[in-house]
Nanobody, 119 residues
Framework: QVQLVESGGGLVQPGGSMRLSCAAS????????WKWYRQAPGKQREVVAE???????NYAVSVQGRFTISRDNAKNTGYLQMSSLKAEDTAVYYC?????????????WGQGTQVTVSS
């Protein structure tokens, strides 16, 4: 069973930067892709970034040029680097990962981390 632990959220001023981390753990698993989405109060869920070997890397228009998704395969950790943050980036951010565990496909989601952009 694969589990995810997110970290790195908090309060940041407009124009600032923040990096979210998402650490995967478990046994006998491989990771194919990562995804980050966000959920703001009263707004629809939005996928902000995703990356795997088949689709490459995609970003929501709203974050293109400001957010970067990356991964450290040795640490089984994914990252979302956010810069030039705006008030409208305020949301709970969730990471997701998919791959194979004990030969079976899986997809799991993190617990979410709050990002608040405010002065």
């Amino acid at each position: 069973q694969v589990q995810l632990v997110e970290s790195g959220g908090g309060l940041v001023q407009p124009g600032g930067s923040m990096r979210l981390s998402c650490a995967a753990s478990g046994s006998a698993f491989s990771i194919i892709g990562w995804k980050w989405y966000r959920q703001a109060p009263g707004k629809q869920r939005e996928v902000v970034a995703e990356s795997d070997g088949s689709i490459g890397t995609n970003y929501a228009v709203s974050v293109q040029g400001r957010f970067t998704i990356s991964r450290d395969n040795a640490k089984n950790t994914g990252y979302l680097q956010m810069s030039s943050l705006k008030a409208e980036d305020t949301a709970v951010y969730y990471c997701g990962v998919w791959g194979y565990s004990s030969g079976r496909p899986y997809i799991v989601w993190g617990q979410g981390t709050q990002v608040t952009v405010s002065s």
